[in-house]
């Protein structure tokens, strides 16, 4: 049984936190990485369905969204070779590795039409986190490193990041394309079912 107790735990931490510091970039981004360090920090309450690969493509499964959008909760499932698209976020997000590990490879975009500068790229293992944003560094991409199992990486994004529109980018050319990631799942993880610990009083 997933111990669910702890992503809600995570979630009511974070909805004080956006609260208090939700126009604070800096702040905002400060308090969330601890948050979810110890969200990440171990590897007992994802439930099954939200850590299942797909052999074609990357699997992004929301967790869970504030009411407000001002935060949302995502769980990334790599198989072996997968890896996103050159994106952006527009809005702040922490990136944290739960299982495996993932290769972050970081892009600035020096024009219209000039190709894209590769400007970092690095191993990221459990408990590691990294942070987006429009000012500490938006476009990257992110790979499973590892060839023969699943990488599972939990993010926390400043919006509802499936509906937020950015952007996918063709490193060569630096052409910019629209689009909106939406979520591989329909159902979300419940959260609220305290009721064994109620009975157990
Ligand atoms: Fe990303």
């Known amino acids: ?75 990334f499932v790599w198989g072996p070779g997968h890896t996103t698209p050159v994106h952006d976020h527009t809005v702040w997000g922490l990136v944290g590795v739960m299982r495996g590990a993932e290769k972050c490879e970081e892009f600035e975009r020096p024009g219209d039409k000039q190709p894209m500068r590769k400007t970092g790229e690095h191993l990221i293992e459990p408990g590691g986190i990294d942070a987006v944003s429009p000012t500490v560094g938006d476009i990257h991409t992110v ?20 509906a937020v529109r ?22 979300i993880p419940n959260l609220w079912d305290r009721s064994a610990e109620m009975r157990a009083g």
Request: net charge negative; hydrophobic share 35%; aromatic share 10%.
């Open 1 to 75: 049984m997933a111990n669910i107790e702890h992503l809600r735990r995570f979630v009511q931490d974070m909805t004080r936190a956006v609260e208090k510091f939700g126009h604070d970039e800096p702040t905002m981004l400060r308090e969330g990485r601890k948050l979810l360090a110890g969200l990440i920090a171990r590897d007992d309450w994802l439930p099954e369905e939200f850590a299942q690969s797909h052999p074609d493509t990357y699997r992004q499964y929301l967790l869970y969204c504030d009411p407000l959008e001002r935060f949302s909760v995502v769980s």
């Open 143 to 162: 790979s499973n490193a590892l060839a023969d199992r699943p990488s599972i990486s939990i993010h926390v994004y400043g919006a509802n990041i499936g």
């Open 166 to 187: 950015r952007h996918v980018y063709v490193p060569e050319t630096g052409e910019i394309k629209s689009f909106v990631s939406g979520y591989s799942n329909s159902v």
